[in-house]
Every structure is written in structure tokens, then in C-alpha cells.
């Protein structure tokens, strides 16, 4: 269970139009992550696949330009995606659309947050723009969705005010196994930190080098502040179900999808694979017929880990 | 554990803030489960319908064989708190919907999807309940995204606005909230509905 409202850190820049009340403020972000739960997030690169996800269920869409394993095929710096085929994807679709920046690029979240995006994914899949720090969340009205592999990374990300977090994973492969390392390490640290005592805390927050009110909250909790979803690798609903069964809370589906043969009905399957997660029977009935999935590649072939992004 | 006279409730858990509605339930000592399948309606007094992405729900309502089963319970008294996007699918009609989207019509509103803005204007805003004493003190309404309300039936009942506009309404059984009660620690929503609920059921 994430924790309420009021415990939350209080944004620095919420926007007050007076009796309309305040926008931009933390439980106002933080309450787009929670509506998102039990959903699947899929990354489009034009607005036909917007709509092909929107109509098979998707809870939010990703706008970028290249999906990972393009990305990864192609080299080069990744970049934000042009403003023009972002509003295009946003004028596609009735539900939540999302955009990446680069780590640590304050400037394309501006711009990303000018054209009425819904969430800003500050993503180690494009080129990082910063190696020492990552943008300071709290100087946004937007929500921003940051990648973790372990607790530490996940609670730095929060403190610089991440509505969410998600596993890393490692995205472009279509291989699951870094995405289960990742949740499994922030999740089983979790665990680990609800049995430490108050001294075992302080240390704690000096191993993870995360701030020490935020380590004392999951202590307490049992759980991160915000939501946790799961990315990086999911290509299939039992991967999907995988996720939701080793505790995460939703999915984010990149390649996935549009690098599979058939992406509609995969990508249906992957919604209800994620709904019915612990239902075997719905997952052997919605997993038939999907014809081949994305090829995918072994991590010992991985060129470049983007999960070692971010810091 | 909760008293066995208690009717059980159950949260619609196909996507979106299903886990916050069980946790505002549970501060009131009332136990709730998770409906993803028909049977999980059987014997059900109450359903709370969450808030979320109301596509990808409605989506789910028909794939999971629900949508039929919940429109029937609904038609026999079944009791039903619908926040956000819970309330967009129990609405009588939806401007600015899908085409595909289907909807319950359980309680006499034409409801705008979306019709608070993108997530850019979502916003979080005191608001006085109808139904509390003059020195009761406001609820905190977290709005995401909402559906506005557009129209009401004479039958509505009204029980919370927002600059003039229904944002918390109840027709017999049926109670719906543009903003999420379940997002803030604060379960008079919440209890309203179950005292509602028990109300009825004795």
C-alpha cells in the first residue's frame, strides 16, 4: 500500500488559480500514478499506433520517437521526440499520454510540459544530457515518472520528486530477466528494511544513500511512497503477469508490441494478462495465438546497458 | 475482523485505484474483495467502482463478462460508489467518450469525460459536504483528470459542488464522485456509503 496524500512531500511550485483550487501540487501527481495502477502503458511512435493501443485498452500511451530497440539499433544520441508528433499522438487519443526526456534535460521537459503532455518519463533510454544530476521534479506542475534498479535509486529519484518509479529493466531486449533483478532487488530490500530497528535505519540510509525520512516512511509503510510499475523487457502477457505477480503495480510495454507480428491482439492480451494476473486459466486463454513475439536478445549481446544510466 | 452482520462489499479491481478504496473500507473495519470475474458478484450487498482510465475499464467489463452481471445486480438494488472514472461508467450518458464505450446508466447524469482538463489542470480543492453540519470541516477533493457533470435528473440528489457543478450526487443506490475520496486519508465518503448501505440492508 502507498502511503496517503498528506504524508507526501509538499511540492515547492504548485500553481494556485485561487478558488479553483491548486494544481500542480504532489497528491495531484501522484494521483495519476495511482489511477494508471493495474494498467498497461505502451510506447506508440505515431499517432495509428496511439489509437491501435488506445483500443486495446492501454491506460496511457508513451510518445517517443524510436522504441528502445530501434534506438538500440540504430546508435546515435536519443533525443526528446519532436514537439510536432507529440501534439499529434495527444490530439489522437482520449487517455493519458506520456513523453521522455533525457536525464537531467530540464529544457526538454519544459517543452515536453508546454504541450500539455500528461507525464514526463525522464528516461535512461535516451542519451543522458547530465551525469552528475538528475532534473529537479519539484520545479514542475507535471508528474515525472523516473527508472530505478534498486531502492536507493528509486528513493534519490523521489526525494528530487518522482511521482513514480518504475524497474528499469532493460529496454529494447524483449528479455525480462533485468526487469526481475531490478524489482526484485527494490522489492525484497523493502522487505528487508521493514525488519531493521531505528539504528539500523541510519545505516540503511547511508548504504542506499538515500535521504533518511525517506527510508524511515518505507520502514514504516512497507512500501514506496509513490507507485512502483514495472519496464524493460516485457514482451509477452506471462511477462506481464510476471511483473504484477513479483509485486509491481502496472506494466509499461516499449518494443514489445510494435515489434511483434501481430501488435493488436498482443497488446490486448497483454492488458488482460496484467488484469488477471493471478488467474492461470485467463492467462493460458489470452496467451494463445499471439503469433511470433519480439525476437529479443541476450543480455551477454546487450551493446550498451541503459539501466546503467542515471545515478 | 468485521462483524458478521456487516454486507460484503466488493471493489471492482480491473484497473486503476482499486487498493485505495480497500484501504479507506478497512479504516472503517469494513472488509472488502477484489472483482475481476462474475462470481466475485455473488452475494456482493455493495461494489465500488474506482477511479482509473474509463476505456481500458469498459474495455475489461465486456472481455471479463461483467458488464451484463453488474448492469443486472445494478437493476436489482445493488449499491454502487463510483468515483472518476467509476462515475463516467455508471453516467446515463458521456460527451467526448469513445464511440465503443459503453456505459451503465445507472444514475440520471450526462457527464463530460476528461471535462476538468488534462492532467495539467487536475487539481485539489476543499469541498463542503451537503450532508455535514455547518461546522463540520471540508473534504480535501483530489480531481485527476475528471468527468464533469454536464446535466442532472430531477432525481439526483446533490451532495457536494464545485462552483455550481455536482461533483458528489447519489440517485437511490447509486452514488457517484467526480474527485477521488480514495486518495485522501479521510473516509466520510466512504463511511456515508456503507452507512447507507447498512441502512438498506437491515
Known amino acids: 500500500m502507498t502511503s496517503m496524500s498528506e504524508q507526501a512531500p509538499s511540492a515547492t511550485s504548485p500553481r494556485d488559480s485561487g478558488s479553483s483550487g491548486a494544481t500542480g501540487t504532489f497528491p495531484v501527481k501522484r494521483g495519476l500514478a495511482e489511477m494508471l495502477k493495474g494498467g498497461v502503458i505502451m510506447d506508440v ?267 | 475482523m468485521h462483524p458478521v452482520s456487516r454486507p460484503p462489499i466488493g471493489v471492482l479491481a480491473l484497473q486503476g485505484a482499486f487498493a485505495a478504496h480497500q484501504q479507506r473500507l478497512a479504516e472503517l473495519d469494513v472488509a472488502s474483495i477484489q472483482v475481476r470475474r462474475p462470481a466475485d458478484l455473488d452475494g456482493l450487498h455493495g461494489l465500488v467502482m474506482p477511479g482509473g482510465e474509463s476505456t481500458t475499464m469498459s474495455m475489461l467489463l465486456t472481455s471479463s463478462e461483467l458488464f451484463d452481471p453488474i448492469a443486472e445486480r445494478i437493476h436489482d438494488g445493488l449499491a454502487v460508489l463510483g468515483t472518476c472514472a467509476g462515475m463516467i461508467l455508471l453516467a446515463r450518458e458521456v460527451l467526448d467518450g469513445r464511440t465503443d464505450q459503453r456505459c451503465l446508466g445507472a444514475i440520471d447524469l450526462v457527464v463530460r469525460r476528461n471535462g476538468y482538463g488534462r492532467q495539467l489542470d487536475s487539481f485539489e480543492c476543499d469541498l463542503a459536504l451537503r450532508s455535514g453540519t455547518p461546522d463540520e470541516p471540508p473534504f480535501r477533493g483530489v480531481f485527476i483528470r475528471a468527468p464533469k457533470v454536464e446535466a442532472w435528473g430531477a432525481g439526483v440528489e446533490v451532495l457536494a459542488e464545485h462552483e455550481g457543478v455536482p461533483v458528489l450526487a447519489r440517485q437511490r443506490r447509486i452514488t457517484v464522485a467526480s474527485f477521488h475520496p480514495e486518495l485522501t486519508r479521510d473516509a466520510r465518503v466512504h463511511a456515508e456509503f456503507v452507512h447507507h448501505l447498512e441502512m438498506e440492508s437491515s
Open chain 1, 45 to 311: 511512435v505515431n499517432a495509428e499506433q496511439a489509437r491501435i493501443a488506445e483500443d486495446a485498452g492501454a491506460c496511457a500511451v508513451m510518445a517517443l520517437e524510436r522504441v528502445p530497440a530501434d534506438i538500440r539499433r540504430d546508435g546515435g544520441v536519443a533525443r526528446m521526440s519532436d514537439p510536432e508528433m507529440i501534439e499529434g499522438i495527444v490530439g489522437a487519443v482520449s487517455i493519458p499520454v506520456m513523453a521522455k526526456a533525457r536525464i537531467g534535460h530540464f529544457v526538454e521537459a519544459q517543452i515536453i510540459e508546454a504541450l500539455g503532455v500528461d507525464f514526463i518519463d525522464e528516461s535512461e533510454v535516451l542519451t543522458p544530457a547530465d551525469e552528475t544530476h538528475h532534473i529537479d521534479k519539484y520545479a514542475f506542475s507535471v508528474p515525472f515518472v523516473c527508472g530505478a534498479t534498486n531502492l536507493g535509486e528509486a528513493l534519490r529519484r523521489i526525494s528530487e520528486g518522482a511521482a513514480m518509479i518504475r524497474s528499469k529493466g532493460e529496454a529494447g531486449t524483449g528479455n525480462i530477466v533485468e526487469a526481475v533483478r531490478h524489482l526484485r532487488s527494490i522489492l525484497g530490500d523493502i522487505r528487508k528494511l521493514t525488519q531493521a530497528d531505528a539504528a539500523e535505519q541510519f545505516e540503511w540510509a547511508k548504504q542506499l544513500q538515500a535521504p533518511l525520512p525517506l527510508v524511515q516512511e518505507v520502514a514504516a509503510t512497507g512500501a514506496l511512497p509513490v507507485p512502483l510499475f514495472c519496464a524493460g523487457g516485457i514482451a509477452t502477457p506471462a511477462d506481464a503477469a510476471l511483473a504484477m505477480q513479483l509485486g509491481a503495480e502496472a506494466v509499461f510495454v516499449g518494443s514489445g508490441i510494435f515489434k511483434s507480428n501481430d501488435p493488436s491482439p498482443r497488446a490486448r492480451a497483454i492488458v488482460e494478462a496484467t488484469t488477471h494476473f493471478r488467474d492461470a486459466q485467463i492467462l493460458a486463454k489470452v496467451s494463445r495465438g499471439l503469433g511470433a513475439p519480439m525476437t529479443g536478445i541476450g543480455m551477454d549481446q546487450v551493446n550498451e546497458r541503459y539501466a546503467e544510466r542515471g545515478w
